[in-house]
């Protein structure tokens, strides 16, 4: 009796053991290809490393982790959590009732290094609270995507087909969108207040027109990244809001039909160097947007330089353009007028926001009109406006100008002392870089040779190493006494400088015999005077300060 009682205790025990082993949580992992819910696809583990047995039952969401390691098909309603798609898996959700439902574990509750796919079937979906983070490859074509999706940094999501795919979640892309449709559909239709958002690329290859759509709730769209249209059909947001921020690139080539809700605080650069890109009145109307339009040859629009075509009627006011000369050294763009750069009915476009390289005029342009001129085959590293030296407190301050600045790394500030030669660098300043617009500059020097004349040049030094040098400057001491008024060259061919370190300083010129032609009152600094008009021969310059004469000088004009 005794040992039946111990026999049927250790039946009940046995029973109780095995009941408690299969429904306790495991690691499960596929071992062949084949259908979610097949018998031979599965394997599973204790603790996820060893102990790996074949099992008849797929994994649910209550188990711990599920890795996919072989193709798997998923044709009807299955769920998992901490679900990890390998380099060498994939899954496909197909037919008429595959839906990939993920439960909200911890952490990342589908993991794509390899492939997930959805295929074109309407019912198709990727959904449940569980978010979603590719890795690998996504196959979108088409069905529902209504978990939250990351597409991460080295991620490709390849959307095909002519299908339309229902985005009822929020997509963030940090890689690249491959944007394919088919004929008659293929486009995005937003629902249940989600936003998309581009921090990366999206590669548009349209077979028709199509875009976003909003099929219900608040959504939005956001540009981080470069959109690019490659194809010539039309890219449409009509009722979703369309957001470009400061770091969003619109380009490429077919249509940009931005209507709805439109803020575009980005840029729009037609074309893939060059092409023809068209927008709509709301990419541009009153809005702080920077167009980039590339010249590279006179071969006509899309081919030769960029042109972007405006529907509609924007008020440019806020827009900044910047035309861009991208022609080789050893074949530039022609000299001449450029007007179709950009076409269309526009108003209010500021001339002050429309920035051209050196070599460039624009003159014509107009607040409707944009036409810009080529008027030397390259740029110039930098125009130089004044430049002055000017003795305070035994210091010698040099102030400079620049009209215009191309690719300009910095000035190195030069001196040499005694006479114009052996020239050694005292210091740099450093540059503005690009500009179109009046820059100063500003550099002391407090050990200038109070014995003997100083002499001052910059060199302007660009991004690629090339340089060019400005003027030079004088600044003389006697004794250890600032000179006030310094004359050069003598003998003059064409400009006579003159050099001033006071204040009140006027000068005259007279001829051999003795006729005043000039009168002149200086500045600070230095000052010139054209003598090219005037004849070979004598000249006597007087110098005056507060009308007293000082001195004069003899100079030979040849």
């Keep these: 009796m005794k040992l039946k009682f111990t026999y049927a205790a250790a039946l009940v025990l046995l029973t109780s053991f095995v009941s408690t082993n299969v429904s306790s949580q495991n690691h499960y992992r596929t071992h062949s290809d084949g259908n979610w819910t097949g018998t031979a696809v599965w394997e599973m583990s204790a603790d996820g490393v060893s102990g790996w047995t074949n099992t008849a039952t797929a994994p649910t969401t209550a188990d711990l982790t599920v890795q996919v390691r072989n193709v798997i098909v998923v044709n009807s309603n299955v769920s998992a959590d901490q679900l990890t798609i390998t380099n060498t898996g994939s899954i496909q959700v197909t037919g008429a009732a595959g839906i990939l439902q993920l439960a909200n574990g911890t952490g990342d509750d589908l993991t794509v290094n390899g492939t997930l796919q959805i295929d074109n079937f309407t019912a198709n979906a990727v959904s449940g609270p569980g978010n979603v983070v590719i890795n690998g490859t996504l196959s979108w074509i088409g069905g529902t995507i209504s978990a939250p999706a990351t597409i991460s940094s080295g991620g490709v999501a390849n959307l095909s087909g002519n299908n339309i795919k229902y985005l009822h979640a929020s997509l963030t892309n940090n890689g690249v969108i491959n944007w394919s449709t088919g004929a008659s559909s293929g486009g995005i239709y937003f629902n249940n207040n989600i936003t998309f958002t581009n921090n990366g690329t999206i590669n548009e290859n349209f077979s028709s027109g199509r875009g976003f759509f909003n099929e219900g709730g608040t959504n939005l769209f956001v540009n981080n990244g470069t959109f690019l249209k490659q194809t010539t059909q039309t890219f449409n947001n009509l009722t979703v809001p369309f957001t470009n921020s400061a770091t969003g690139i619109l380009s490429g080539i077919g249509t940009f039909n931005l209507t709805n809700t ?15 890109l068209t927008v709509s009145a709301g990419t541009l109307h009153n809005q702080a947007t920077t167009v980039d339009l ?11 330089y960029d042109q972007l075509a405006i529907t509609g009627t924007p008020n440019l006011s806020n827009v900044i353009i910047n035309v861009i000369d991208i022609s080789p050294n050893n074949n530039p763009a022609p000299l001449g007028t450029y007007n179709n750069l950009m076409t269309g009915t526009f108003t209010s476009l500021n001339i002050n926001n429309v920035n051209v390289q050196t070599n460039y005029s624009k003159t014509g342009t107009t607040g409707t009109t944009l036409a810009i001129q080529k008027i030397a085959a390259f740029p110039l590293p930098v125009i130089w406006g004044e430049f002055n030296a000017v003795a305070k407190n035994n210091d010698v301050v040099l102030t400079w100008e620049t009209l215009a600045e191309e ?3 910095s000035f190195v500030i030069e001196h040499a002392a005694g006479s114009n030669s052996n020239y050694t660098a005292i210091g740099t300043v450093a540059a503005q870089g690009n500009s179109n617009t009046s820059k100063k500059y500003e550099y002391r020097f407090t050990s200038p040779d109070r014995k003997k004349s100083n002499f001052f040049r910059i060199r302007q030094v660009d991004i690629d190493g090339k340089s060019k040098y400005s003027d030079v400057r004088i600044v003389k001491f006697n004794k250890g006494n600032i000179v006030k008024v310094n004359t050069y060259p ?3 061919t064409s400009e006579l400088n003159i050099n001033v370190q ?14 005043t032609i000039l009168t002149k009152l200086l500045q600070s600094g230095n000052n010139t005077i ?24 003899k100079i030979v004009k040849q």
């Design 262 to 276: 439109v803020t575009n605080n980005g840029k729009i650069k037609p074309g893939t160097s060059p092409g023809v």
């Design 294 to 304: 590339e010249i590279l040859n006179n071969s006509g629009a899309g081919t030769g």
């Design 407 to 409: 690719n300009t790394a």
């Design 490 to 492: 003598n003998p003059v």
């Design 502 to 515: 006071a204040s009140n300083i006027s000068v005259s010129v007279s001829d051999m015999y003795g006729k």
């Design 530 to 553: 054209n003598m090219q008009r005037y004849a070979t021969g004598y000249y006597v310059v007087g110098i005056y300060e507060d009308g007293v004469l000082l001195e004069t000088r």
